[in-house]
């Protein structure tokens, strides 16, 4: 079999690049490699040239094409992130619809397959990712295509009745019908979506698979993972260096402790809802001022997008409001630096933090909070505190959950994560660690593309609404056990594993929540 992966933008990788690029994008490229593949999709050029750009790398092949700066304005500033995005993390008011995107988005999706069809052989499978990419396998199907497709949906998928505020909701929802299989992030999404399904387009739900028409489609949760080795390393190895940023870092901090926040500056990251929480907290805990400085690095994200805009301006008055509100001449309590930087910096960053602030309002797995467990020194960890509204959440019960829509809340765990004795932080990043061991981004990408390939699905992994499932040997948690038993610490990974399957701390947490017990994640 050949892979195919597809996803928005595609980064054709620099000979010397591995290093430094993320886990997901090394992850598909290694899948790619093993299979021999195809990756496809935009180049992230606007530009009048449209024709397809093929690119050699080994034994993958990169074809990227361009957008015109209409199909840029529609189909990916307008209908992917002025519409589906603020509505898959349930912000109805920011969700603006216009027709004419919609249109673009159409467009091209259906350019895309046209492009795409040509190259495809018979033995290929075809794995498609994210939301901008939703109806292209139903034109794939249009065009004669029947090669086995899969679709990965990176980010929240909202209840039926939140989606059905966006016009066209349930024609777009039909087209994930033309997939074989549909991954999500949580069994929360893998539910949702099922109910849209059958909400929205009169689908048949048996417990295993989602009919409709003729076809059959399998919808599971798959969450996605790091490469923990890779990233403990760079974060050990960055400590080491000479002239880092965290050198630079912690000389300015001095005996100060530091808590981090590392996001795109994004709504859904929550990232003006936590200075505000930092800001209480130094307001409920005076005697913590001077002693602790909070840095929020935030990149710049889809800033042609208005409400990216005004994020970026807020949370620069927030913060500016704050410092100026209970700084002392030498002492700034927040830092917001809006650049991106390496992975090996960031790595660093994280091990020198004491607490991982990470509380996105809504989040479809968040690998920050992952990283941020990757990178500490087991001798003398961090603490994690995390939204319950990040995907990683309903996996990391062993984390401080918070609610991120409540300041106070937020505000008492980092003081709790500041005072937390040195035996509970082992205990509680030991716990963690070994569930992000055992469900890596490798493990990640074999289960899926198992469960793509045709293996069967178990019928725990699609719930009827209101029934919780069985746990079942599956493929996924046959290779999820090969993989935590081929790892250094087999008998620690197992137990975790069997923990985190069972009535884990996360399952306590989510029930306790007052959510059903389908939130938590088994792996
Ligand atoms: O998962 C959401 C996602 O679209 C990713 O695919 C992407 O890497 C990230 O958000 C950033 O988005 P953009 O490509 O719009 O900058």
């Given at each position: 079999m050949r892979l195919v992966v597809v996803s928005n933008r595609v980064t054709i990788p620099d000979r010397h690049e591995k290093a430094t690029a993320g886990g997901l994008a090394v992850a598909l490229r290694e899948a790619l490699e093993r299979h021999g593949g195809l990756w496809f999709g935009w180049s992230g050029v606007v530009g009048a040239a449209r024709q397809l750009r093929e690119t050699q790398r080994g034994n993958v092949t990169y074809a990227v094409t361009d957008l015109s700066e209409a199909e840029r304005e529609s189909y990916y500033l307008g209908f992917?992130?002025?519409?589906l995005w603020p509505i898959m993390h349930y912000r109805l008011g920011l969700t603006e619809f216009q027709r004419s995107d919609y249109m673009g988005y159409l467009g091209v999706n259906r350019r895309f397959a046209r492009e795409l069809a040509g190259m495809i052989r018979p033995d290929d499978v075809i794995w498609i990712h994210d939301y901008?990419?939703?109806p292209l396998a139903a034109e794939l199907r249009r065009r004669g295509v029947t090669n086995r497709i899969g679709y990965f949906h990176h980010i929240p998928w909202p209840s039926a009745d939140t989606l059905t505020?966006?016009?066209?909701s349930a024609t777009l929802v039909r087209t994930?019908?033309?997939?074989d299989l549909v991954g999500v992030q949580t069994r929360l999404d893998a539910r949702n979506l099922v109910d849209c399904l059958v909400m929205l387009c009169g689908a048949k739900f048996d417990g295993r698979r989602v009919r409709l028409g003729l076809r059959e489609t399998a919808v599971r949760a798959f969450p996605i993972g790091i490469d923990v080795e890779a990233f403990r390393r760079l974060a050990a190895a960055s400590v080491r260096q000479a002239a880092t940023p965290l050198r630079a870092t912690r000389e300015s901090l001095g005996e100060r402790k530091l808590v981090i926040g590392v996001d795109r500056?994004?709504?859904?990251?929550g990232i003006v809802q936590r200075l505000e929480a930092f800001g209480q907290f130094l307001r409920s805990h005076p005697e913590e001022r001077g002693r602790v400085g909070l840095l929020q690095i935030a990149p710049p994200s889809r800033s042609d997008v208005p409400e990216y805009a005004e994020l970026d301006r807020m949370s620069d008055e927030v913060a500016g409001r704050l410092n100026a509100q209970l700084g002392e001449f030498d002492w700034t309590p927040i830092r917001v630096v809006k650049k991106a930087y390496s992975r090996t910096a960031l790595a660093g960053l994280y091990r020198s933090a004491q607490v991982g602030l990470v509380t996105p309002?809504?989040?479809?797995?968040?690998l920050v909070a992952k990283e941020y467990v990757a990178a500490q020194n087991p001798a003398d960890p961090g603490v994690l505190v995390l939204s319950?509204?990040?995907?990683a959440a309903q996996q990391l019960?062993?984390?401080?959950?918070?609610?991120?829509?409540d300041t106070h809340e937020v505000a008492e765990a980092i003081r709790t994560a500041l005072a937390m004795p040195k035996s509970e932080r082992i205990r509680r990043f030991e716990a963690l660690y070994q569930i992000i061991e055992a469900s890596g981004i490798h493990w990640w990408t074999r289960c899926y593309l198992e469960a793509l390939a045709g293996e069967p699905v178990a019928a725990e992994d699609v719930e009827p609404p209101g029934k919780a499932g069985a746990k079942a040997e599956t493929p996924a948690r046959r290779a999820g056990a090969r993989s935590a038993r081929s790892t250094t610490r087999p008998a620690a990974q197992e137990r975790g594993e069997a923990r985190d399957a069972s009535a884990g701390p996360g399952r306590k947490r989510a029930s306790a929540a007052g959510e059903a017990s389908h939130l938590t994640l088994v792996r």
């Amino acid at each position: 079999m050949r892979l195919v992966v597809v996803s928005n933008r595609v980064t054709i990788p620099d000979r010397h690049e591995k290093a430094t690029a993320g886990g997901l994008a090394v992850a598909l490229r290694e899948a790619l490699e093993r299979h021999g593949g195809l990756w496809f999709g935009w180049s992230g050029v606007v530009g009048a040239a449209r024709q397809l750009r093929e690119t050699q790398r080994g034994n993958v092949t990169y074809a990227v094409t361009d957008l015109s700066e209409a199909e840029r304005e529609s189909y990916y500033l307008g209908f992917s992130n002025r519409a589906l995005w603020p509505i898959m993390h349930y912000r109805l008011g920011l969700t603006e619809f216009q027709r004419s995107d919609y249109m673009g988005y159409l467009g091209v999706n259906r350019r895309f397959a046209r492009e795409l069809a040509g190259m495809i052989r018979p033995d290929d499978v075809i794995w498609i990712h994210d939301y901008h990419l939703i109806p292209l396998a139903a034109e794939l199907r249009r065009r004669g295509v029947t090669n086995r497709i899969g679709y990965f949906h990176h980010i929240p998928w909202p209840s039926a009745d939140t989606l059905t505020a966006l016009p066209f909701s349930a024609t777009l929802v039909r087209t994930l019908a033309a997939y074989d299989l549909v991954g999500v992030q949580t069994r929360l999404d893998a539910r949702n979506l099922v109910d849209c399904l059958v909400m929205l387009c009169g689908a048949k739900f048996d417990g295993r698979r989602v009919r409709l028409g003729l076809r059959e489609t399998a919808v599971r949760a798959f969450p996605i993972g790091i490469d923990v080795e890779a990233f403990r390393r760079l974060a050990a190895a960055s400590v080491r260096q000479a002239a880092t940023p965290l050198r630079a870092t912690r000389e300015s901090l001095g005996e100060r402790k530091l808590v981090i926040g590392v996001d795109r500056l994004d709504y859904s990251k929550g990232i003006v809802q936590r200075l505000e929480a930092f800001g209480q907290f130094l307001r409920s805990h005076p005697e913590e001022r001077g002693r602790v400085g909070l840095l929020q690095i935030a990149p710049p994200s889809r800033s042609d997008v208005p409400e990216y805009a005004e994020l970026d301006r807020m949370s620069d008055e927030v913060a500016g409001r704050l410092n100026a509100q209970l700084g002392e001449f030498d002492w700034t309590p927040i830092r917001v630096v809006k650049k991106a930087y390496s992975r090996t910096a960031l790595a660093g960053l994280y091990r020198s933090a004491q607490v991982g602030l990470v509380t996105p309002m809504r989040d479809g797995m968040n690998l920050v909070a992952k990283e941020y467990v990757a990178a500490q020194n087991p001798a003398d960890p961090g603490v994690l505190v995390l939204s319950r509204f990040a995907g990683a959440a309903q996996q990391l019960g062993e984390a401080l959950i918070v609610n991120p829509y409540d300041t106070h809340e937020v505000a008492e765990a980092i003081r709790t994560a500041l005072a937390m004795p040195k035996s509970e932080r082992i205990r509680r990043f030991e716990a963690l660690y070994q569930i992000i061991e055992a469900s890596g981004i490798h493990w990640w990408t074999r289960c899926y593309l198992e469960a793509l390939a045709g293996e069967p699905v178990a019928a725990e992994d699609v719930e009827p609404p209101g029934k919780a499932g069985a746990k079942a040997e599956t493929p996924a948690r046959r290779a999820g056990a090969r993989s935590a038993r081929s790892t250094t610490r087999p008998a620690a990974q197992e137990r975790g594993e069997a923990r985190d399957a069972s009535a884990g701390p996360g399952r306590k947490r989510a029930s306790a929540a007052g959510e059903a017990s389908h939130l938590t994640l088994v792996r």
